[in-house]
């Protein structure tokens, strides 16, 4: 029984990763979409006299600041830096984070490891300057089902 319900954990938090990722994907392009729209005013031609307004039309109802944080997103890391989308499986959140810290020509891949592997409120104090860059101690322990790797924060 407890074998049974370890494969279904581990099958369901597979599927929970392969839709996030999906869904991280999915942002990339609804970024780039957004971008054309506001950079083109397609909105006007759509009978919307502002951006807001066709942001609040109810099949979008998005925020003008979730809206200009996933164009950011897209503007720095695939038009600034061309990294392709498929390398930017990360976070977009984390992503939106690095690339409000002074990221540049110099340092985009260093940032963009920092997203990769940081999470957000290692990003948040990193940003804010409080951030300790003491390894966390962890242990590496063996997924009893798929046989990969887990290092374990102690």
């Not at 006299?49 to 503007?75: C, G, H, N, Q």
Request: some cysteine.
């Amino acid at each position: 029984m407890n074998e049974l319900i370890a494969q279904e954990a581990h099958t369901n938090y597979e599927n929970i990763i392969s839709v996030k990722n999906r869904i991280g994907k999915d942002l990339l392009v609804l970024g780039k979409l957004l971008k054309i729209n506001h950079d083109n005013k397609y909105y006007r031609t759509l009978n919307y006299d502002t951006w807001e307004s066709f942001l609040a039309m109810p099949e979008l109802s998005m925020s003008r600041f979730w809206a200009f944080k996933l164009i950011k997103v897209y503007e720095v890391w695939v038009d600034k830096y061309n990294v392709e989308p498929a390398k930017l499986n990360i976070d977009l959140e984390k992503l939106w984070l690095v690339s409000t810290m002074g990221v540049n020509e110099d340092n985009y891949e260093e940032m963009l490891e920092k997203a990769r592997s940081l999470s957000r409120s290692d990003l948040r104090q990193l940003k804010s300057g409080d951030y300790e860059f003491e390894p966390k101690k962890y242990k590496v322990v063996m997924c009893p089902h798929c046989g990969g790797e887990v290092k374990v924060i102690l």
